[in-house]
């Protein structure tokens, strides 16, 4: 069992701020974390590892600075972790990043072939939950979305049984491997990695990828060339005029609660009071 | 598989970097061990660096380093409630390269420091935290990590866990910190714009101005603020002994609050955006309330070794010139094959007895006692000052010599003769 799991370094947008005067977002000195669900995709992969044997391998398409998010997956168990990085992929859109990132699943296959590949539902700073679909259209591969949970793992029937999150429910599937699943955030807490992974992410050697390692030929589908959608405009949205306001009042009955409330809501909106005297008479 | 180094360093803050650097320079094994997700990520200081200490380690910081402004201006205000009196001192002097004092911001600092480090070859892990020293006999002989399997040995342990360093107290090195010999400080960044910065404080490219505070801004209690301009954000800050926030009640963000509301601090603050708040202690017990530096297998060094000069607001500077003492100890320890034992260790301690360290720390030492004792620095005599420098400058047709007695009228009825004198020598005796 060989279960790629893609990872992409975020800034941490707790910490992200909009640059008052020009409207851009300062990225500089706002720390960066993995995104939040793809850690949820690699402990599913993890367990899957635990329970059935096999290997992990982590691949991030980034910036050189984006080796820590890979090592801290080394750290939580994970055998391998490779890194594309090139200044062709620069500006990449969502198109030109599920390119090269199939690309390098390609290569990785080589090595060892795939039967899984997991993503993040999405991410927290683009959010556009596409990369995982463009991967597996381009790795010809099933394709399983919004999953919360692996249920069970047939090896010898190459057949893998999910829980997905859909409106109103929950269903349960059933689809032949290799596969690509993006994953929710579930009730998998990440694992608190132990101090012999820790020693091994500290001195692990990151494979680094160039275009040409990750078999990209046709370098027109990478980076801004190979990136039809642009984000013409970012900007912050205009805070609402409108201050909250904790209402305080004597008792916790609800009756008085809901008086409280009401004489507090028609005399600052007595159009209010009027419409609805009108519609009880 | 057992893990066994030469050295481990406990804390990735100044001093712990400064010491994996120099020894892993040396090509000691070194492991770093850091309870913050990165190096700097839970750190907090105002933050000027000097510029001497970290030359000593690296003497090409200035090419990459993440400095904000080199410092040009030293302000020191004394304030009441709604004015300050105050010195300036500006120099060309200090424009000229190589500069001596820099603003900085903490957490990027202490990631390029780190990254030097991790260059220098000690392996750093980070996410970890120290919950206890291992021990044969009296003897250090590794660490007990918060991890499964944590167990990690080494030659020596290295303590640069920073002010409270539980890790000493827990093994008994040091006593529990008293409230009277730490402060706690509160500061904010606050983002501006860097063509407003220049306007506000009249300076211009990366040039920088320190403004240092005492008087009614901590309401009686033993304390100072500051403030000082980086690239693109101000720094503002106070800080009082936690004994005295006891005793008066009062919290830091309380006095935070009010002191950027004073109407000399508050335009130079206007509009900015708040980036950051961070609050951390800074132990000032001076030379006094040193622990014990040294044992057998391990060493203490920066703040958890009180290392601060609380007068000067110098602790970085202590922290790195410490972690380079115990560092070259070890250092020469190894290449005369002697081991680090607690004998062999007092080496340490000479090193830092010759330099600046200690020499300032003796210095400094009756320095926090003379102003637990005596409120009266921090309460009456800012308003004194204040209040006779608005007698003499307001023109109301009564004249200068009437002005000056009024004043010496004030000063007596609020201090004694007695008091004003007393106060005097106390001062000039800590100072000495
Ligand atoms: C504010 C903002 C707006 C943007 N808007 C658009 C837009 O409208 N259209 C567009 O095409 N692009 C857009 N982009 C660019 C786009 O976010 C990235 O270029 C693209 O690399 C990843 O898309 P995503 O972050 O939305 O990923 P998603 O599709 O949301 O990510 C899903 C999963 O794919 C995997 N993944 C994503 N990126 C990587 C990677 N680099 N390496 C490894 N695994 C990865 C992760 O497992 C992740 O959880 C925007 C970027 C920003 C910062
Ligand atoms: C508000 C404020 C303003 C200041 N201004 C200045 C100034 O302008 N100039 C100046 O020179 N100094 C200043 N100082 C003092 C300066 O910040 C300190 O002296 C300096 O940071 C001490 O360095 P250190 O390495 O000893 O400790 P720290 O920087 O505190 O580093 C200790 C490190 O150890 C880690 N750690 C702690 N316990 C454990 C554990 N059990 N296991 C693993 N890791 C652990 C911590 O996470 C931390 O990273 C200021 C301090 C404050 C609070």
Redesign the interface.
Known sequence: MHIVVCIKQVPDSAQIRVHPVTNTIMRQGVPTIVNPYDLFALEEALRIKDQYGGRVTVLTMGPPMAEAALRKAISYGADDAVLVTDRVFAGSDTLATSFALASAIKQINKDMPVDLVFTGKQTIDGDTAQVGPGVAKRLDMQLLTYVSKIRSLDIENKEIVVERRSEGGVQVLKTKIPSLITVLEGNNEMRFATMANMFRAARYPVKIWNKDAAGIEDITKTGLKGSPTVVSKVFAPTPRAVKAEIIQCESNEPKDLSVTLLTKMFTKFPKIEKEISKRAA | ?V?KFDVIVVGAGPSGNSAALRLAQAGLSVLQLERG??SG?KNVQGAILYADALEKLIPDFREDAPLERHIIEQRMWVLDDDSYIGSHYRSDAFNKQPYNRYTM?R??FDKWFSERVQKAGA???C??TVTNLLLDNQRVIGVQ?D??????YADAVILADGVNSLLAKKAGFHPELQPKDVALAVKEIH?L?QELIEQRFNVKDDEGVVIEMVGKITKGMMGTGFLYTNRESVTIGVGCMLSDFKKQNTTPYALLEQMKAHPAIQPLIQGG?M?EYTAHLIPEGGYNAMPDLYGDGWMIVGDAGMFVNAVHREGSNLAMTTGMHAADTLIELRKEGKEFSKTNLKRYQSKLDESFVMKDLKKYKDMPDVFHTNPQFFNDYPEMLSKAARTMLTVDGVDKKTKEKEIRHDFRRRRSLFGLVGDAFKLWRAFE
Not at chain 2, 147 to 152: A, L, S, V
């Open positions: 598989m893990e997700e990165t990520s911001i957490s990027q392996l750093v892990i996410e970890t990590t991890r499964q399997g944590g167990e990690i983002f714009p955006e980036k």
